[in-house]
């Protein structure tokens, strides 16, 4: 299933997406941070949305908010790091049979990096919920550093009761792409090759029937 990825402005797409993400994960994104989003979907051949995710390159991050301020203090990130050299991926979803896909979930995190690649922003923070296994295998197959796992900060809204925040670079989320690219070649020509072979005994059939 080829997939194409777009950025949506159509009120009614991001309505759509940003409440598939709440029904999948759990989470709610309010109204203010996605009105500082750039939102995108992810639309099958049917034109039908499986996916989507957020871009957010203002701070504050609702990565570091829900983190402990002991954390926020000490870790060299936030001691040697600029938030204004920083963007955040949220609201990541895909359906199951699109996340099941390994040749569409390499259209998908391509496009993902190229959205990220318009930013000059150098760092790129992600957090999830180790209980969303789809999510928490999306992000395993990344190159990251991991700031913090636990319990997160109340008094933020709300959240999952513990997180996973960690951090990457555009160059590492390039490479994690490049690491699966022989595999995603080998799928490619698999696939070519499979066609061809069917076209080859349905002209075989044709002509044993003349």
């Known amino acids: 299933m080829a997939i194409s990825v777009r ?10 997406c940003t409440a598939r993400f709440e029904q999948l ?44 301020d002991t954390v926020k203090q ?6 040697n790091v600029s938030m204004n050299n920083v963007l955040e991926v949220n609201g990541v979803w895909l359906e199951r ?10 259209a998908f995190w391509w496009q993902l990096v190229r959205s990220l690649g318009r930013s000059r922003k ?32 109340a008094g933020h809204g709300t959240t999952h009761r ?3 925040v960690a951090y990457t670079t555009r160059t590492k989320l390039y490479c994690s792409l490049i690491r699966y690219l022989p595999r995603i070649l080998k799928l490619r020509l698999a696939g070519r090759w499979r066609g061809f072979v069917r076209a080859h005994k349905t002209r075989r059939s044709g002509n044993n029937r003349r």
């Open 97 to 106: 049979r699109v996340r099941l896909d390994l040749v569409d979930l390499y």
């Open 7 to 16: 950025r949506l402005a159509e009120p009614d797409l991001l309505a759509a």
């Open 74 to 79: 000490t870790h060299w990130f936030f001691k």
């Open 162 to 164: 513990e997180i996973c």
């Open 122 to 153: 150098r760092y790129v923070l992600v957090w999830y919920n180790r209980a969303n296994r789809h999510l928490h295998r999306f992000y395993s197959r990344l190159q990251k550093e991991m700031l913090y796992t636990g319990a997160s900060a």
């Open 25 to 68: 994960v759990g989470v709610s994104l309010p109204a203010a941070y996605l009105a500082r989003a750039h939102v995108y979907g992810c639309f099958n051949t049917d034109n039908r949305l499986v996916g989507g995710y957020a871009v957010v390159a203002t701070p504050p991050y609702r990565g570091v908010v829900f983190l402990p």
